[in-house]
Structures are given as structure tokens and as C-alpha cells.
């Protein structure tokens, strides 16, 4: 059992006890095979009595390199970012790299302290789902040798790499879709436009609108992107006069469908897609298993992980040859239940 100790025991404390040098112990631990393995035995036998834990971020500070990246996501809780943190992860680990994952909970303060820590830990690069412009903290990482990667949006200039998903198409996609089957009264239910992803899938559900001289488009604005505010929506929805409904539903992501979906379903009011159709963003994997199927757009969360990795790992590995890429994804229409009607009277 490891000795009881008020500190963390050092490599001197190792060397000490096994009764060897300190560069013999940084060869136990970095280059083994130079040292005699009845030396070794000792080594690892004084390491484990004392509960020796090896200072990483020292030695990569010493070395000048890591082998962490970090990841920070607008919301862990979102599914969708949970998957594009399993692609990122699988990737790095392929390559011999860990991710070290915060959530900025869409608040630029915990943003700016996410990347302060990342910027302290040495890590080699970070993936940045931004909360606004991203412009001043690309350069700021830049300015200390960490490199990044916009994900989840477009890179406005060539600062650095990004992988997206193309948001102005999947609104025109999913408004489309509601417009051929004979829904006519839509409603955009997102949080605030300053969110860039919310604002161009609502453009994308303006063009769509367009092309329609007999349809209307109602936004309908949630405090955030989350369960509960989809479902405050869908009360106040349920409070309207029938005839000054909608008709059908965009949700600009998974999570606010399925709150409404939950408001409908405990009001036992409204029915659908018989009365409203519903269309999320995401195509999370609970979208199958919602009390009625959900429709849903769907982007491939975990290959934008995976594509971010790499391409800030060949910046890392390349660094004079490598050339900024904005790589963008085009996303699915994945019809279930939830809309699934072919023509609406109106």
C-alpha cells in the first residue's frame, strides 16, 4: 500500500527510496530499456510504495509539445455535441492524442476561462465551438503557439481550419419538406438569433418561405436550446386560438422538438402530426424513441469531431505545408411520424 504522505510524493522521494540516482529513475520512466531490469523492478517497487503519479504537464512543458488537445462545446448536456466529442476523441486516440472536453454553457466568461486553463496546460491545439465571434480567441491561441479549429461553424477568414455543417440549407430543407406536405402556417422555435447556428437555419427557413406566396413563418423564441424551453413554447402554443396556430413546427434542435413534443403529449390537446407537424435539427438518438418519431435533420456529428482532429493535427505534424480548409457538410432530411402526412387541407 502507498505510504500515508501530506504531499504528493516526488522523483526525488523515488530515488531516495529505491537508492538510485534521479536520472536513473527518469530512464525507469522514459527510457527503460537502458537500464537493468533488476533496477527497473526496483524503481517500479519504490513508485508504488510511495504512489508515485508522474508529472505530465511538467514534462511536456520542459519538452515543449503535448499530446492533449482540448475540445470546448457551446453545451455538453446537447446529445448532439456528445456525439461530435465521441468522433473527436476516437480520432485523437488513433493518433496517439487525449481530448480534454469543457462546455461553455454558451456564456463567453466561461468561454475565455475554458481557453485560458487550455492555454495554461500547454496543450497542443483546441476545437472551439464559439459562442460569438471567434476571431479574438483564434489569435489570442495562435499568439501562444496553440493552433485551433473552428467547429460546428464556418470560418469567416483564413485564421485557421473549420468543419460545419452547411445550417442555411438544412432550414431551407426542413421548411421544404413541411411546405410539400401542404402545411402552410410554420413556426420557428429557436433561441435568441445572436446564436449563429439558430440564425442561419431561420434564414434558411426564410428562403424556403419564398418560394410560397400563400405561407407564413411565426418565430417563436426560447430562452435556450433546451428540453424545458420547448416545452414553455408549446404551452404558450397550446394557449392560442386553434385557428391562430401553426400548422406545423420547425425546432432548431432536437431537444426544443422533443419539449414540445412532451407539452402537446401531457396536454393530450393537441394531436401529432394529425394537427401540428414537427420538425427537429440534429437527428439525435433519441429522436426514434420520442413518444411519436421525430423528423428531423440530421448532421454527421461525429465525422465533424473527426474532421476537426485531423485537420488540426496536420497542421500540428505539417506546419509548413499545411493550408486552412473550411470543410462543410451537408445535411440529411430524415422523414418519421412526426410529419409524416402528404397532404394537409388548409
Known amino acids: 500500500m502507498p505510504l500515508a504522505s501530506k504531499t504528493q510524493p516526488s522523483i526525488q522521494d523515488v530515488a531516495k527510496l529505491a537508492g538510485v540516482s534521479l536520472g536513473t529513475v527518469s530512464n525507469v520512466l522514459n527510457h527503460p530499456e537502458r537500464v537493468r531490469d533488476s533496477t527497473v523492478k526496483k524503481v517500479l517497487r519504490a513508485i508504488s510504495q510511495l504512489g508515485f503519479v508522474r508529472n505530465d ?25 456528445a456525439s461530435l466529442a465521441r468522433g473527436a476523441e476516437d480520432c485523437a486516440h488513433e493518433h496517439g492524442y487525449q481530448v480534454l472536453i469543457g462546455s461553455s454553457s454558451s456564456s463567453q466568461e466561461r468561454e475565455e476561462s475554458y481557453l485560458r486553463m487550455f492555454q495554461e496546460q500547454r496543450l497542443s491545439g483546441v476545437l472551439l465551438s464559439p459562442t460569438g465571434d471567434p476571431i479574438h480567441q483564434i489569435s489570442q491561441l495562435r499568439s501562444v503557439g496553440v493552433r485551433a479549429v473552428i467547429v ?13 455543417v452547411d445550417d442555411v440549407y438544412g432550414g431551407r430543407l ?3 419538406h413541411l411546405l410539400e ?20 437555419r431561420f434564414l434558411g427557413a426564410q428562403e424556403a418561405m419564398a418560394k410560397n406566396a400563400r405561407a407564413t413563418l411565426e418565430r417563436f423564441e426560447a430562452k435556450s436550446m433546451e428540453v424545458i ?37 401531457l396536454q393530450n390537446s393537441i394531436k401529432v402530426p394529425a394537427e401540428i407537424a414537427i420538425i427537429g435539427y440534429d437527428d439525435i438518438a433519441f429522436s426514434q424513441a420520442t413518444v411519436v418519431p421525430l423528423t428531423s435533420i440530421r448532421q454527421p456529428a461525429e465525422l465533424i469531431g473527426c474532421t476537426a482532429v485531423e485537420l ?7 506546419p509548413n505545408t499545411h493550408k486552412h480548409k473550411q470543410v462543410t457538410f451537408q445535411p440529411e432530411l430524415v422523414i418519421r411520424d412526426s410529419t409524416h402526412l402528404t397532404t394537409i387541407n388548409q
Open 229 to 265: 424551453s420547448g416545452r414553455e413554447i408549446g404551452l404558450e402554443i397550446l394557449k392560442l386560438n386553434p385557428d391562430k396556430r401553426p400548422t406545423a413546427l420547425f425546432a432548431a434542435n432536437d431537444l426544443l422538438a422533443v419539449g414540445l413534443l412532451q407539452a402537446f403529449a
Open 312 to 318: 488540426l493535427l496536420d497542421e500540428l505534424e505539417n
Open 174 to 176: 426542413a421548411v421544404s
Open 181 to 200: 406536405s401542404g402545411r402552410t402556417a410554420i413556426g420557428f422555435v429557436g433561441a435568441s438569433l445572436e446564436i449563429k447556428q439558430v440564425a442561419d
Open 152 to 164: 460546428d461553424r464556418q470560418s469567416d477568414d483564413q485564421l485557421c481550419c473549420s468543419v460545419s
Open 57 to 81: 504537464a511538467a514534462r511536456q512543458l520542459k519538452a515543449g509539445n503535448s499530446k492533449a488537445l482540448g475540445l470546448l462545446v457551446l453545451d455538453s448536456a446537447n446529445p448532439f455535441f
